[in-house]
């Protein structure tokens, strides 16, 4: 989590700032897509290792359905695909983000969730527009003009982009519960759980590196 947290204030430094930081913006703009991209990845892995022994028996089953399918999770690299896969085992498996203030009732505590939509298909699309700004293009399947003007007029709206994204995984993220289910040996992975562990993850203020965490577990 301090990782993520890091990432994204110093991308948002960079995207925020008044003069280019490598004075180039297409290069402020690469390397604020290729932090978002790794931060789709930390969301894709945390989410994977909450419910590790479930994601695990997912992917030998699916090997045993497909041999081409290597089945093996600790070679699981593609952030797309780990979400694709967690939404099949668990309806909590990303992060719910959560508003600041909170209502008690005698050993009570009740958390609200925040007005967003969070959705796997958002992070893989998020996931995907980086992938565009931080790999080469091929320019052979098109002419070179056209390629040209075409890279140009994505540049040219990277920086919103970029500013709407990262305002996504700040609401996100900041102050948000992540959930694990239960899980046997012998379970079968695509069966419905109930949550028995709860993270309450505050990252606090920007200008330290701390993150608060509370770990509730059901008896």
Same mark, same amino acid.
Request: neutral net charge.
């Given at each position: 989590?301090?990782?993520?947290?890091?990432?994204?204030?110093?991308c948002?430094?960079?995207? @925020?700032?008044? *003069?280019?930081?490598?004075?180039?913006?297409?290069?402020?703009?690469? !390397?604020?897509?290729?932090q978002?991209?790794? $931060?789709?990845?930390?969301?894709?892995?945390?989410?994977?290792?909450?419910?590790?022994?479930r994601?695990?028996?997912?992917?030998?089953?699916?090997?045993?359905?497909?041999?081409?399918?290597?089945?093996?999770? @600790?070679?699981?690299?593609?952030?797309?695909?780990?979400? %694709? %896969?967690?939404?099949?085992?668990?309806?909590?498996?990303?992060?719910?983000?959560?508003? #600041?203030e909170?209502k *008690?009732?005698?050993?009570?505590?009740?958390?609200?969730? +925040? #007005? &967003?939509?969070?959705?796997h298909? %958002? $992070?893989?699309?998020?996931?995907q527009?980086?992938?565009? !700004? &931080?790999?080469a +293009?091929?320019?052979?399947?098109?002419?070179? %003009?056209?390629?040209?003007?075409?890279?140009?007029?994505?540049?040219?709206?990277?920086? +919103?982009?970029i500013? +709407?994204?990262?305002? !996504?995984?700040r609401? $996100?993220?900041w102050y948000?519960?992540?959930?694990g289910?239960?899980?046997?040996?012998?379970? #079968?992975?695509m069966?419905?759980? /109930?949550?028995?562990?709860?993270?309450?993850? /505050?990252?606090?203020?920007?200008?330290?590196? $701390?993150?608060?965490?509370?770990?509730?577990?059901?008896?």
């Amino acid at each position: 989590m301090l990782e993520f947290k890091l990432r994204l204030i110093h991308c948002e430094r960079v995207a @925020s700032a008044a *003069q280019s930081t490598t004075g180039l913006a297409a290069l402020d703009s690469e !390397f604020c897509f290729l932090q978002m991209r790794r $931060l789709v990845e930390l969301v894709a892995f945390s989410s994977a290792l909450r419910d590790e022994e479930r994601y695990i028996a997912l992917r030998q089953l699916q090997q045993q359905s497909n041999p081409k399918d290597h089945g093996d999770h @600790s070679r699981d690299w593609e952030a797309s695909e780990i979400l %694709r %896969r967690m939404v099949q085992i668990s309806p909590h498996c990303l992060p719910i983000p959560l508003k #600041n203030e909170t209502k *008690q009732a005698g050993a009570v505590i009740q958390f609200d969730r +925040k #007005n &967003i939509s969070v959705t796997h298909g %958002r $992070l893989i699309e998020i996931y995907q527009i980086c992938s565009g !700004f &931080i790999h080469a +293009k091929n320019p052979f399947s098109q002419d070179y %003009r056209t390629h040209v003007d075409m890279e140009r007029k994505k540049y040219e709206g990277a920086k +919103k982009e970029i500013l +709407k994204c990262l305002t !996504f995984f700040r609401k $996100l993220m900041w102050y948000h519960a992540a959930v694990g289910l239960s899980w046997a040996a012998g379970d #079968n992975p695509m069966t419905a759980a /109930d949550p028995n562990v709860v993270w309450l993850v /505050d990252f606090g203020a920007d200008a330290d590196q $701390l993150i608060n965490i509370v770990v509730a577990e059901a008896q």
